[in-house]
């Protein structure tokens, strides 16, 4: 609560203040540095490592592997990559789980641990109105706030969204012009996925994905709204959405798509 926070930052403080010359102290957190430390930062004395250099590059995740002397192909371990982006802790959780792995080294899609680790330590923690956002916003490929507001829009989505710094990794920036964007960590978005489909109805699942189908054709992903058109199984919304671009599609060449929808 407040006041253990509070008692805490004080012993930290005088703790700090002891350290002798030549000393250092690790102090591993979900969030900054409280404002009673700010003038360790300003002196040099107090360094913030922060996610951007906590990440992991791809040779260090092969580096990583390679310790622990299992192999991957090329294509193995850039998939890896880009369903960890980095983060180290669902790196060591897919490594360590037998469950996600196959004998030649192969992804199984459904990594049990890591999923059991959001929902634990992650999921479970939250407030009701950030797990409902996260389940809301799982549904698009990419979001701005603005685009999440649209979605959602009984909440405060950007005050929401930055009670997850402490949970920076879940949220990856998107170089997409003017406006950022981010898109969910694809471990934490394939959990979310799963847990929308345990905690809806299969109305309400639909009705969701709906949402966000319609969002996405105004942003002209007319895949991606397909896509979730069809996990929710909403056939006459798909049967317009096929009527309304297959002119289109056909003269792009991309027969193979509409076939795909039907």
Not at 150 to 170: E, N, S, T
Not at 186 to 208: G, M
Request: charged residues 20%; contains cysteine; proline residues 5%.
């Amino acid at each position: 609560d407040g006041a253990e926070a509070s008692a805490l930052k004080t012993l930290l403080q005088a703790a700090l203040s002891e350290v002798p010359t030549g000393g250092c102290v690790f102090v591993v957190g979900r969030s900054g540095p409280p404002a009673a430390l700010a003038r360790y930062r300003a002196n040099d004395r107090l360094v913030v490592v922060d996610w951007d250099e906590l990440q992991l590059t791809r040779e260090e995740q092969d580096g990583i592997i390679a310790l622990r002397g299992l192999q991957f192909d090329e294509g193995a371990l850039e998939t890896l990559y880009r369903r960890t982006q980095g983060w180290v802790v669902a790196l060591a959780m897919l490594l360590s789980d037998r469950r996600a792995l196959t004998d030649p080294g192969v992804l199984n899609p459904s990594p049990a641990l890591a999923f059991d680790y959001f929902g634990e330590e992650i999921f479970r923690q939250l407030d009701t109105p950030t797990r409902d956002l996260l389940l809301s916003i799982a549904m698009l490929p990419q979001f701005s706030t603005a685009l999440a507001q649209r979605l959602c829009p009984d909440v405060d989505v950007a005050a929401l969204l930055d009670g997850l710094q402490p949970y920076a990794y879940l949220l990856i920036p998107m170089p997409t012009g003017d406006e950022l964007f981010y898109q969910l960590h694809p471990l934490a978005r394939e959990f979310l996925l799963r847990k929308a489909r345990e905690v809806y109805s299969v109305a309400d699942l639909r009705q969701a994905r709906g949402r966000a189908a319609q969002l996405l054709l105004e942003l002209g992903q007319v895949d991606a709204a397909a896509q979730l058109l069809m996990e929710g199984q909403d056939w006459p919304a798909l049967k317009n959405l096929t009527l309304q671009h297959a002119e289109q599609l056909l003269s792009q060449g991309r027969g193979e798509t509409l076939v795909r929808w039907v």
